[in-house]
């Protein structure tokens, strides 16, 4: 009898299989063919039967009984469509395209489109695009570790980052390129850089959910700004919705390093925003009583909690017509660093690097990130339409950094003062607040079928503010009673106490003027297009810095800032210093572009003719060569952007563009300042940089989210600017100079490919890089003398790593609503300090870095999310590349038989976690 029950059982079982039936296919938008990751496709009558399309478009729906069924298809902004199918057994296969949603008003027609903001917009628009370009869409930043613009940018390929003090990426590198060699954009707008040193805008200042999308341009063409030789950033701000839109989000988490060590920090409130001088008149004598000391009172605090929230509200009024959005976002942050830092100096008989300091550094830091941006649109008619955007970006940071200084040297009376000799201490505060302002009044109008015209008009304003920088600096040591025995009770050498304020406003207004003009030539259709812009920018620096110092009488040292008596050197400060400053540019820019088609081939061409009027006034005394000056200079840059498109989803691209790179307002100033690590000072004498650029790239998407793109670059750079150590008066000193002719090639590869909810996303790039420049050699000579001579020595370019690379592990389950990604960055060793002496530079080593993401839908349009950045507590580390023949036994515990420790920092990892809501 079992064994009939087991038969039956059996057949039972088969007929089962028999009848069940797999259902696939794909769900794509009609006409584009791009997939709809996320559309559903479910059951009308049994709502079991369902699937969400996956990340390349595809859907499956296992076991369903053969028959016919009536499936729905739908997706947020497209028309959901009922379609009969039959199945019959098996697997059956059936593709869905579906049309977005069109309503018809009076003289306009407004589309349900999708938002730029997904992986398929993304390659479509690189594939569609005249020049060479990589995009990343605001969900693919929205599910990746990141929260802010520069961290984001180290997803695309050829891009590494410079980190700030407390790890968190700040500036990009483009294609081995220094930062100073790109530019920034908001919405294709040019913006003002709140740095007191720089032209480049610090990535960091921006929140990553601002954003809609970020565009990366490597090649020019005659319509952009020229002054671009590694590439252009460009921050697509969100557009109005086609219907309400309703977005927040609130997280909390907090940073490993603070579980280990307390946070340093000081009341903030109580530093005075501005310098006595400022406050009470250019004639006012100051006295200790005009400063406070309560920004040097440290104290320790227990792990504080960082905060993320955002939110975005927009819709469209009027029948469509006006649209608005307004989106704001805030972060606090809690960052630091534990670091190391050895001061060197050269031999003088081997010319390699030799120990005289070790620094031991605490950085405590908060960052309060603040964004809000408001943009309308409005459509007259179908020819004519009017943007109007205004934004507002802040970051303020308030850093503590205490440091132990043990000198390695031999001290005056011949003691060795390794480890417990002399000691010199440094406690800093400083509050950096840095803010930008921009307001953009934009018009599109279609004067006539083939005629169209567009402006801008814009004013933007970037301002840094570092408010009383304290910084303490006192040296003891041990002393010598009067029969010459050791006494252990520290003494004071020298007490000093410097008060820095600076201020620093960049203010713009420009106008862009561009036209567009279709014209039949030879029975070929040609765009023209010819502008041009003006910019009248107005930078002004003040600086102003107090210096107290202890009452002689004072010899002992108890910890307390109060318990001083101090003498100040300087009541005035130093109106006359030359970081006192007023500057002013103004730049003029025409181009004229043609583009055309032949056969499978677009061709654009043209050029542009770019003018700079630079001058500046300094403060400084009036014999200070660099007081006063001007720079004039024209440079006409052509280009050229050949796309071959053999077959729809492939192009061969070939690029050449001129472009140049100008002088960083700061650099030229005939200032001297002591710095973070070195004693810095300007260059009145500097000149731009100007450079050729040639790209090949191949681009192949296979479907509308993978691709395969392999591009080779070359770049010839006339007069590079690099910043170097330099020897006068027997002192070093960190200047910015031009260093000939370098040159700079390499290679990019691009690959990104989905597998249902799997995804990979991956690029390498090899970079190669070569100056000539002439370093001091110092050696012995036959009589045995010490002297030195001048060397010629082949290096990278400052900042240019020869490997990076990006690969991240990509997972998306519509039906569960789960992403996660595993991302992981390779940034190969680079030159971060080039050094007077001969093979002396100092290197960044190479490093990876983890960082993990992971969203879970939970429902009623709120989603959990969490992120870890610094997964392997990944250091900063910076060395020479020789060993330490002479007093390597002064700090045993580093390695120093093939390289010399310069710099060692350990940030730790940063935990977030939060709840998106979207209605």
Do not use: C
């Amino acid at each position: 009898m079992r064994y009939i029950l087991l038969l039956l059982v059996l057949l039972g079982a088969q007929t089962v299989d028999a009848q069940s039936v797999t259902f696939r296919g794909t769900i794509t938008e009609y006409g584009s063919g791009d997939p709809l990751t996320g559309a559903t496709i479910v059951d009308v009558a049994n709502s079991r039967y369902a699937a969400v399309a996956g990340l390349d478009g595809s859907f499956i729906i296992r076991n369903i009984p053969a028959g016919t069924y009536t499936f729905r298809v739908s997706y947020i902004g497209f028309q959901s469509v009922d379609i009969d199918v039959q199945l019959t057994g098996g697997t059956v296969t059936r593709d869905f395209q579906m049309r977005s949603q069109t309503t018809e008003l009076t003289e306009i027609l407004v589309g349900g489109r999708r938002m730029n903001d997904t992986d398929e917009s993304a390659r479509t628009s690189e594939r569609t695009a005249d020049n060479i370009i990589n995009v990343i869409a605001a969900r693919s930043i929205e599910v990746s570790p990141d929260i802010t613009v520069a961290n984001v940018v180290q997803r695309v390929s050829g891009i590494s980052l410079e980190r700030s003090n407390n790890g968190d990426g700040q500036h990009a590198i483009v294609r081995g390129m220094d930062k100073r060699y790109n530019y920034t954009l908001v919405n294709g707008i040019k913006i003002p850089s709140p740095e007191t040193k720089n032209r480049f805008v610090p990535l960091d200042i921006f929140p990553s959910d601002l954003i809609d999308r970020l565009e990366v341009t490597k090649s020019l063409t005659p319509s952009m700004e020229g002054d671009a030789i590694g590439g252009v950033i460009d921050m697509r701000m969100r557009n109005a919705p086609d219907r309400l839109m309703f977005q927040a989000n609130l997280g909390t988490g907090y940073s490993q390093l603070y579980t280990d060590r307390d946070y340093l920090g000081f009341n903030a409130g109580s530093t005075p925003s501005q310098s006595p001088r400022a406050r009470f008149g250019p004639q006012h004598q100051a006295t200790v009583g005009d400063f406070t000391f309560n920004n040097l009172d440290f104290r320790d605090q227990s792990a504080p909690v960082n905060r993320v929230m955002g939110l975005a509200v927009g819709n469209r009024f009027f029948g469509g017509r006006l649209g608005a959005i307004a989106a704001a976002s805030y972060q606090e942050t809690y960052r630091g660093a534990n670091g190391l830092f050895f001061r060197t100096d050269t031999d003088r008989e081997t010319n390699g690097p030799v120990y005289f300091q070790v620094q031991s550094r605490q950085y405590s830091s908060t960052q309060e990130r603040a964004g809000i941006h408001i943009k309308t649109d409005y459509q007259f008619n179908a020819n004519h339409k009017l943007d109007f955007y205004n934004a507002v970006i802040s970051l303020s940071d308030i850093e503590t950094r205490a440091r132990i200084d043990t000198n390695l040297r031999i001290g005056r009376d011949g003691a060795d003062f390794l480890g417990t000799g002399r000691l010199g201490y440094s406690n800093r505060s400083r509050q950096r607040d840095q803010q930008i302002m921009n307001s953009t009044l934009q018009g599109t109008h279609m004067l006539m079928p083939t005629l169209e015209v567009q402006w801008s008009a814009v004013y933007s304003l970037a301002t840094f503010n570092e408010p009383d920088r304290a910084e303490l600096d006192f040296i003891s040591g041990i002393r010598r009673d009067t029969q010459g025995n050791l006494v252990s009770e520290p003494i004071l050498y020298d007490r000093d106490l410097r008060r820095r304020w600076t201020n620093n406003s960049d203010q713009d207004y420009a106008g862009y003027l561009n036209t567009t003009y279709y014209r039949s030539v030879f029975g070929t259709q040609v765009q023209w297009r010819a502008g041009g812009m003006f910019r009248l920018k107005t930078r002004e620096n003040e600086f102003n810095e107090y210096l107290l110092r202890a009452a002689p009488s004072e010899q002992v040292w108890d910890g307390d800032v109060h318990n001083s008596t101090w003498q100040l050197i300087n009541p005035i400060g130093t109106p006359r210093d030359a970081l006192n400053y007023e500057s002013e540019e103004t730049i003029t820019a025409a181009y004229l572009q043609a583009r055309f088609q032949i056969g499978r081939m677009q061709i654009l061409g043209g050029a542009r003719v770019e003018n700079t009027d630079f001058s500046w006034v300094t403060n400084a005394p009036d014999r200070t060569p660099g007081r006063i000056g001007s720079m004039q200079y024209t440079n006409v840059l052509p280009s050229l952007h050949l796309k071959y498109m053999p077959y729809d989803k492939t192009n061969f691209r070939f690029s050449y563009f001129a472009s140049l790179s100008r002088p960083n307002f700061f650099e030229v100033i005939p200032y001297e300042i002591i710095d973070e690590d070195y004693r810095e000072k300007g260059n009145p004498f500097l000149e731009h940089t100007q450079a050729h650029n040639i790209d090949l790239r191949f681009e192949h998407f296979p479907t509308p989210v993978d691709q395969i793109m392999v591009a080779v670059f070359y770049k010839n750079i006339q007069n590079p600017i690099e910043q170097a150590l330099l020897i006068e008066a027997q002192q070093i000193f960190m200047q910015s100079n031009n260093f000939g002719t370098a040159n700079n090639f390499g290679l990019e590869v691009d690959y990104t490919k989905y597998f249902r909810n799997w995804g990979v996303r991956a690029f390498y790039t090899f970079t190669e890089s070569r100056i000539e420049t002439s370093k001091i050699f110092r050696f012995r000579d036959d009589n045995g003398n010490f002297t030195s001579r001048q060397q010629q020595q082949v290096r990278p370019l400052q900042g240019q790593s020869r490997h990076i690379a990006n690969a991240s592990l990509l997972y998306k389950n519509g039906r569960t609503g789960t992403d996660a990604q595993l991302a992981a960055v390779y940034t190969g060793a680079r030159i971060s300090s080039v050094s007077p002496y001969y093979e002396n530079d100092i290197w960044q080593r190479a490093f990876t870095q983890l960082d993990f993401s992971f969203d879970q839908r939970l429902g009623f349009g709120i989603t959990l999310y969490a992120k870890i950045s610094n997964i392997l507590n990944t250091p900063m580390r910076a060395d020479i590349r020789r060993p330490n023949e002479v007093n390597p036994h002064q700090v045993p515990y580093v390695n120093q038989t093939n390289r010399v420790l310069v710099r060692e920092d350990f940030y730790q990892q940063v935990y977030l976690v939060g709840l998106r809501y979207r209605l």
